[in-house]
């Protein structure tokens, strides 16, 4: 005689498939509703947001806003710091503070902290958790907390078209050149010149770009091949294959 099948179990896995799918709707449709763009500024008043820039949500610590300006078609990940002052609720005065040119991506968890100006120049491209601050500890007085002394402070300027790894630091007074790397976890200070890749803590120049030898010391791989010309962004997709088909032609 057949046994009776017990209908809980996949009664139960219904319900737990339903709710799955219920949370997860419900989060993509906060995701959208809570993330900050020049056209849904949500409670923030920064002093400047270009078109096609997104702040995905959740964000991070954000204050100081009128003195925070970003440029068009940035990327800016979920729990990104941006703040200007040592605190909210400062008068900086009429210039801004923070400059993110167009372009810039910041990756998750990144923190932008600045008191001072800090300027992003634009295509800078930020891994996860990158820091970049114009303040850093003092410990001047032996007497007194590290944290209760008042730190230095000096502006930053990253160049356009760098990139900066992840866990990278930019500590105040760095000067970066144009399409500077900046290796994952490298903490940075002083002047860096264009085309160069720095790496290590304290960061130092690992390679650089010589107009007449190329880069020094040289590469270890090819350079990849590049876009070929007129590669629609359907086509993108199958450019890791053997042979990717030729752009489709009109009939």
Known sequence: MPKNSNV???LT????????????SGWRWV????????????????????????????QGTIFGERWIEIGECCIIAEQVTLTAGMMPDLDLGPDPVVRIGDGVVLGRGSHVIASQPVVFGDDVY???YTYVTSDNH???DPTQPIGKQWPRSAPVE?????????????????RLGRNVVVAAG??????????????????????????????????????????????????????????????????
Do not use: N
Request: with cysteine.
């Open 186 to 251: 490298a903490v940075v200070r002083g002047d860096v010149p264009d085309h160069a890749v720095v790496a290590g803590a304290p960061a130092r120049i690992v390679r650089k770009w010589d107009p007449e030898e190329g880069w020094q010391p040289p590469m270890r791989s090819p350079a990849p091949p590049p876009i070929p010309a007129g590669v629609t962004a359907e086509q993108l997709r199958g450019l890791g294959l053997p042979d990717p088909l030729p752009p489709a032609t009109a009939t």
């Open 13 to 24: 896995a219904w319900r737990r498939r339903a709710a799955s799918r219920l949370v997860h």
């Open 158 to 174: 990253i160049g356009s078209g760098s990139w900066l790894g992840t866990g990278a630091v930019i500590l105040p007074g760095a």
């Open 126 to 128: 930020c891994g996860p």
């Open 138 to 140: 003092s410990y001047d």
């Open 31 to 58: 995701r959208e509703a809570g993330a900050v763009s020049a056209e849904s500024p949500g409670p923030y008043c920064f002093r400047r947001i270009g078109a096609g820039t997104r702040l995905a949500f959740p």
């Open 8 to 10: 809980f179990p996949s």
